[in-house]
C-alpha cells in the first residue's frame, strides 16, 4: 500500500485519538508523549492499517502493546532493549514474542501475558497496562525500568503472577497489590521500594510467594496468620523492625527468609521449631536475642540454617543434639541440613559428638561464640563425604586438632583462628587436596610444619601466625596460586628464598622479618613483624 495522504493520517489520527480517550486521556494530544508515539504509530504506520471503526478492546489492545515498547525505551530505530520480540510489527501483538519472552494471549486473542525478563527494559511500566483486563501474568525482572507501580495494577483481578525484581522502582508499594484477589507471586527484590508493608498484605490469602528484599522497607510485618497457602516469604535486606511472625497458621511453609533486618531485641518465636516442612531459616542479622528454638524430630525438611550475628544464647551441644535427631524422610529430595551457620551469636557449651550424625552437613559455621568450650570431637571425620567448610574460630575450644580432620577432602575451608588449641599439627591435614583457606593461627600450636602440607595444591590462604612453631618455612608450601600466607609470630629459622622469586608475587605476605635482628629474611613480605613485640607487626 502506498504512504497515506496528510489529510487522511489526520483523519485515522483524530478517530482514534477520540476512541483511546477513555485509555490516555490528554496525553494523546502531547505530540511528545509516548502514548502519541504510540497512536501516530498505530494510525499511520502500521502495516496492520486498523479501520477508524475498529471495535474498543482490539484496538486498546494494540495501542497499548505499542506504547508499552515506546514506554520502556523500545525504539524502531535502536532503542535500550536488546531483542525486539517483533514488536510493531504487521503481525498481530499476540505473536510479538520470541517463544516464551514477550506478549502472550488467551485463546479469546486476548493478551494475559507481558513476560519480558532480562532484555534491557527502561522507562516506566504505563498506567495504561492496567487496561488489559485478562493479565494473568506481568514479569518484567532484571531490567532497568524506573518510576513508581502503578496501583491501578491492583483492578486485574485475574493476575497471579508480578515480578518486577531487579529493576529501578520506587516509592511505596501500592495498597492495591494485595487486594488482587488472584495474586500468587509477588516478587519486587532489589528495587529503592521505601516505606511500610501495606496492613493489606494481611488479606492477601491466596499469595504462595513474596519476596520483597533489598529494599527500603520500614516498620514492623503485618499479620499474616490468614495466608494460609504461603509457601516463601523473602524480607530480607530491609530495615523491618517489631516481632517476628509466628508462623503457626501456616504449617506448609518452607522457606522463612528475613535476614538483614532490625528485629532489636526480638526472639525468635518457638512456634518456627515446629514447621515440620521448613526447608531454609534464614535470621542473620538481625539483632535477635533469646534462645535458638527447638526444632520438631518430625522437621524433616530442614536444610539450611543461617542464624549467625546475632545475640542468641543456649547450650551448644544440646543445640547439635536437637538438630541431630530430625528424621528426613527417604522419599523426598533432601539430604538432610546441609548448611548449620550459628556463629557470631552467645551461644556456650561444648561441641556434640552427635554433630556426625547431622548427615549431609556441608557448612559448619560455630566460630565467634567466645563461650564455647571442650575439643573438637574426632567424630566430625564422620562427615567426610559432605564437609566443605568449618569454622571455629574465636572460641574456646582446647586439646589438639584432631587427626580425623584428614578424613575430609571435601573440605575448602578450615579455620580454627584464635582458639586455644594446642599440641602439633597433624600432618593428616595435608590430605586436604581441596583446601583453599586453611586458617590456624594465634593458637599454642608447636613443632613443625607438617612435611605433608607440600601436597596442598589448590591453596590460596594459608595462616600459621602467633604460634609456637619452629624450624623452616616448607620450600614445597610455594604453590602457585598461594595469595595470602602469614607466618609470622613463630619461631621459624629460616624462609626459602623462592618465595621472592616467583614471577607471580604473594599479595599478602608476613614474616617475622623486623626488627634490629629479624628471625628470618623475606625482601618480598608486604609486612615484616617484629616476633614477641605488641603490636607485632607494622609495614614495610
Not at 518484567?140 to 502503578?150: E, K, Q, Y
Not at 599440641?423 to 593458637?443: C, K, R
Request: one cysteine or more; glycine letters at 10%; hydrophobic letters at 35%.
Amino acid at each position: 500500500e502506498g504512504e497515506l495522504g496528510v489529510s487522511e493520517a489526520e483523519q485515522r489520527i483524530e478517530a482514534f485519538t477520540g476512541s483511546l480517550s477513555p485509555i490516555s486521556g490528554d496525553a494523546l494530544l502531547d505530540t511528545s508523549s509516548n502514548q502519541y508515539k504510540a497512536l501516530n504509530w498505530l494510525a499511520t504506520e502500521d502495516e496492520m492499517m486498523l479501520p477508524t471503526d475498529t471495535a474498543f478492546e482490539p484496538l486498546a489492545q494494540r495501542y497499548i502493546a505499542a506504547l508499552f515498547f515506546f514506554e520502556t525505551g523500545g525504539d524502531q530505530n535502536g532503542g535500550s532493549w536488546i531483542l525486539q520480540l517483533e514488536f510493531l510489527s504487521g503481525q498481530s501483538e499476540c505473536d510479538w514474542n520470541d517463544g516464551a519472552i514477550g506478549l502472550g494471549c488467551n485463546d479469546q486473542r486476548e493478551i494475559n501475558v507481558v513476560q519480558i525478563d532480562n532484555n534491557g527494559l527502561t522507562g516506566r511500566i504505563p498506567d495504561e497496562i492496567t487496561f488489559l483486563a485478562q493479565l494473568t501474568t506481568i514479569k518484567l525482572d532484571d531490567n532497568m525500568i524506573s518510576g513508581t507501580i502503578p496501583t491501578s495494577i491492583g483492578v486485574l483481578t485475574r493476575l497471579a503472577q508480578l515480578e518486577l525484581d531487579e529493576n529501578r522502582l520506587s516509592s511505596t508499594i501500592p495498597d492495591e497489590l494485595f487486594e488482587i484477589p488472584t495474586l500468587v507471586r509477588l516478587w519486587l527484590d532489589n528495587n529503592t521500594l521505601v516505606g511500610e508493608l501495606p496492613s493489606t498484605l494481611s488479606g492477601a490469602t491466596a499469595l504462595t510467594s513474596l519476596s520483597l528484599f533489598r529494599n527500603g522497607l520500614q516498620g514492623t510485618i503485618p499479620d499474616i496468620g490468614a495466608l494460609t497457602n504461603l509457601d516463601y516469604i523473602g524480607l530480607g535486606t530491609n530495615s523491618l523492625s517489631g516481632p517476628l511472625p509466628p508462623f503457626d497458621t501456616i504449617p506448609n511453609i518452607r522457606f522463612v527468609w528475613l535476614h538483614q533486618n532490625s528485629f532489636n531485641g526480638q526472639t525468635i518465636p518457638p512456634s518456627i521449631g515446629q514447621l515440620t516442612r521448613l526447608s531454609s531459616l534464614s535470621l542473620y542479622d538481625c539483632e535477635l536475642t533469646g534462645p535458638i528454638p527447638s526444632f520438631s524430630s518430625n522437621t524433616g525438611y530442614l536444610e539450611l540454617l543461617y542464624l549467625y550475628n546475632n545475640s542468641l544464647t543456649g547450650d551448644l551441644a544440646a543445640i547439635i543434639d536437637d538438630l541431630a535427631s530430625i528424621r528426613y524422610g527417604a522419599d523426598d529430595n533432601t539430604n538432610g541440613l546441609e548448611q548449620l551457620e550459628i556463629n557470631r551469636n552467645k551461644l556456650s557449651g561444648t561441641i556434640s559428638s552427635a554433630l556426625s550424625q547431622i548427615n549431609g552437613l556441608k557448612e559448619l559455621w560455630l566460630g565467634t561464640n567466645s563461650d564455647v568450650t571442650g575439643t573438637v570431637p574426632s567424630e566430625i571425620g564422620m562427615l567426610a563425604g559432605t564437609l566443605e567448610h568449618v569454622s571455629l574460630g574465636q572460641t574456646n575450644l582446647t586439646g589438639t586438632i584432631p587427626t580425623e580432620i584428614g578424613e575430609l577432602t571435601l573440605l575448602t575451608e578450615l579455620s580454627f583462628y584464635q582458639s586455644d588449641l594446642s599440641g602439633q599439627i597433624p600432618s593428616e591435614l595435608g590430605n586436604l587436596g581441596a583446601i583453599v583457606f586453611l586458617d590456624v593461627q594465634q593458637q599454642r600450636l608447636t613443632g613443625t610444619i607438617p612435611d605433608t602440607f607440600g601436597g596442598l595444591s589448590s591453596i590460596v590462604g594459608l595462616g600459621l601466625a602467633d604460634n609456637e612453631l619452629s624450624g623452616t618455612v616448607l620450600e614445597a608450601l610455594n604453590h602457585p596460586d598461594l595469595d595470602t600466607f602469614y607466618v609470622q609470630g613463630n619461631n621459624f629459622v629460616s624462609l626459602p628464598a623462592s618465595f621472592c622469586t616467583r614471577t607471580d608475587p604473594i599479595d599478602d605476605f608476613r614474616s617475622d622479618c623486623g626488627g634490629a635482628t629479624p628471625e628470618v629474611s623475606c625482601p618480598c613480605c608486604s609486612q615484616c613483624c617484629i616476633d614477641d613485640a605488641s603490636p607485632s607487626c607494622t609495614a614495610t
